[in-house]
Structures are given as structure tokens and as C-alpha cells.
T-cell receptor, first 114, second 114 residues
Framework: DQQVKQNSPSLSVQEGRISILNCDYT??????FLWYKKYPAEGPTFLIS?????DKNEDGRFTVFLNKSAKHLSLHIVPSQPGDSAVYFC?????????????FGQGTILTVHP | DTAVSQTPKYLVTQMGNDKSIKCEQN?????MYWYKQDSKKFLKIMFS???????INETVPNRFSPKSPDKAHLNLHINSLELGDSAVYFC?????????????FGPGTRLLVL
């Protein structure tokens, strides 16, 4: 039972354009959401996060949008750069006794073409 | 200076063997985690430790035994290795158990059981 899903295995965009990565979740107890970026043979690195009390969080070229009613979040990268080519993981966590447990989606491979 | 390091990076072994993976963090964090990335690319939590105390044990077979000698180290020992144990194992750390704390990941250990 996958509680966090990234339905697009891959995405290809042109340099300078917008990249939009999507993520859906099913567990209504999730109240904190994160995006991690992963290069080959490296561990995931934290990119940006959003609390369920917000619907948008921005950090430079990266913006995360949260639609709680649809249980959907998206990551926008503007403008996209070739160095952004990586696997992007969406993750979610719940408060209470989850004690920091992150539930990950299966990742989306982003390729940014020069 | 690597924040979260794992050794070895690659591990190839025979079924039935016992092996250990080591993790060290120099971030001064008090919480450490083990995640497994399976063939379908999902990252799933296995264990977490806070101040050397086991917090999360995510229904992992008891062939897997984590050990935390101090706050900076979390090792993973696997007995009687099986083919299905082949995966990438990631160690992570964070400061505190609160679910909004960012987790920092190591580079991963690629385990192949033949």
C-alpha cells in the first residue's frame, strides 16, 4: 500500500523552461512534506519542504505547492538547468508517534536538456 | 568533509553469509536512521535510533540487527543473507525526533547477494 505516489517515472524539459513534478498521497495524517533530490551513486539531499498549514513555499528557483483537499503536491523548478537533472523524491511525514518516519514516493527522473 | 558516511560503498556476498554496514555522522545529530531502497526504487525506513535508543523498528526481519555504540554511529548487521536483501541501504541523521527535522543521507551501500 503506497501512501505516497509519484506517477510520472520520468520528465524531460528544455533548459530555461519550467519543470513540474507531481506527487499524490493518501494518508490524511501526513502534515509535513519534503522533496529530495538524488544524483546517481549519491544519497538523497534535501531540497525544500512544506507544512500542511501552508499551500506554497518558495526557495529560489524551487517552489512547492500543496493542495490538501486533493492530497496533491507539486514541485516547480523555474528556470530549469542541466544541473537539475536528477531523481526527485517526494516524501511525507506525520506528527505524533511517527518519530520522524519519512514515507517516500518512487521518484521521478528529471532530465533537463541544454 | 563528509557529513554522513557509510562503509562499505559496495558489498557483494553469498547467500547465507553475515555482513555489517557501518554509518557515521559528524553533524552532531542525536537521531539516526536506516532506509532500504528496493528494486522498485522505493525508499523505506527500517530503523531509527535517538540517543542510542531504538525508536522505530519497521517490521524488519530479525536477521537485521542495528547497533548504535554512540550517537554518531549506527551500524547494521545482517545475518543469513538472502537474495531479497539485495538493495541499496541508506543511513540518515537528524537533530531530534520531531518529524519536521531535516534528515541528511549518506551515499548508500549497494548490497548484492548472490
Amino acid at each position: 500500500d503506497q501512501q505516497v505516489k509519484q506517477n510520472s517515472p520520468s520528465l524531460s524539459v528544455q533548459e530555461g523552461r519550467i519543470s513540474i513534478l507531481n506527487c499524490d498521497y493518501t494518508n490524511s495524517m501526513f502534515d509535513y512534506f519534503l522533496w529530495y533530490k538524488k544524483y546517481p551513486a549519491e544519497g538523497p539531499t534535501f531540497l525544500i519542504s512544506i507544512s500542511s498549514i501552508k499551500d506554497k513555499n518558495e526557495d529560489g528557483r524551487f517552489t512547492v505547492f500543496l493542495n490538501k483537499s486533493a492530497k496533491h503536491l507539486s514541485l516547480h523548478i523555474v528556470p530549469s538547468q542541466p544541473g537539475d537533472s536528477a531523481v526527485y523524491f517526494c516524501a511525507a511525514s506525520a506528527g505524533g508517534t511517527s518519530y520522524g518516519k519519512l514515507t517516500f514516493g518512487q521518484g521521478t527522473i528529471l532530465t533537463v536538456h541544454p | 568533509d563528509t557529513a554522513v558516511s557509510q562503509t562499505p560503498k559496495y558489498l557483494v556476498t553469498q547467500m547465507g553469509n553475515d555482513k555489517s554496514i557501518k554509518c557515521e555522522q559528524n553533524l552532531g545529530h542525536d537521531t539516526m536512521y536506516w532506509y532500504k531502497q528496493d528494486s522498485k526504487k522505493f525508499l523505506k525506513i527500517m530503523f531509527s535510533y535517538n540517543n542510542k535508543e531504538l525508536i522505530i523498528n519497521e517490521t524488519v526481519p530479525n536477521r537485521f540487527s542495528p547497533k548504535s555504540p554512540d550517537k554518531a554511529h549506527l551500524n547494521l548487521h545482517i545475518n543469513s543473507l538472502e537474495l531479497g536483501d539485495s538493495a541499496v541501504y541508506f543511513c540518515a541523521s537528524s537533530q531530534g525526533l520531531t518529524h519536521t527535522k531535516t534528515q541528511y543521507f549518506g551515499p548508500g551501500t549497494r548490497l548484492l547477494v548472490l
